[in-house]
Nanobody, 118 residues
Framework: QVQLVESGGGLVEAGGSLRLSCAASGSTFSIATMGWYRQAPGKQRELVATITNWGNTNYEDSAKGRFIISRDNAKNAVYLQMNSLKPEDTGVYYC????????????WGQGTQVTVSS
């Protein structure tokens, strides 16, 4: 199994930037895709961005052009650079890891709060 620990959340004004980090430990060799999900108050958890082991990225529409996901396989870490933040970006951001084996359930971090004030 893999343990995921996020850091980097906080309070920022609209238009500002934050960089989230997620460190993975354990059986990291088994990770195929890592990414970030967001859960806003009263809403379901939704995809923000993902990156595969080979560096292929995928972004939710509102994140395109503002957020950049990156991955350091040597450090078993994934990052989310968030620029031009908007109040609607507010929520708890969860790090996510999906494995090469489809029979193993994905892993989630404990979440980090991002609050964007208007």
């Amino acid at each position: 199994q893999v343990q995921l620990v996020e850091s980097g959340g906080g309070l920022v004004e609209a238009g500002g930037s934050l960089r989230l980090s997620c460190a993975a430990s354990g059986s990291t060799f088994s990770i195929a895709t890592m990414g970030w999900y967001r859960q806003a108050p009263g809403k379901q958890r939704e995809l923000v961005a993902t990156i595969t082991n080979w560096g292929n990225t995928n972004y939710e529409d509102s994140a395109k052009g503002r957020f950049i996901i990156s991955r350091d396989n040597a450090k078993n870490a994934v990052y989310l650079q968030m620029n031009s933040l908007k109040p609607e970006d507010t929520g708890v951001y969860y790090c996510y890891a999906r494995y090469f084996s489809a029979t193993v359930a994905p892993s989630w971090g404990q979440g980090t709060q991002v609050t964007v004030s208007s």
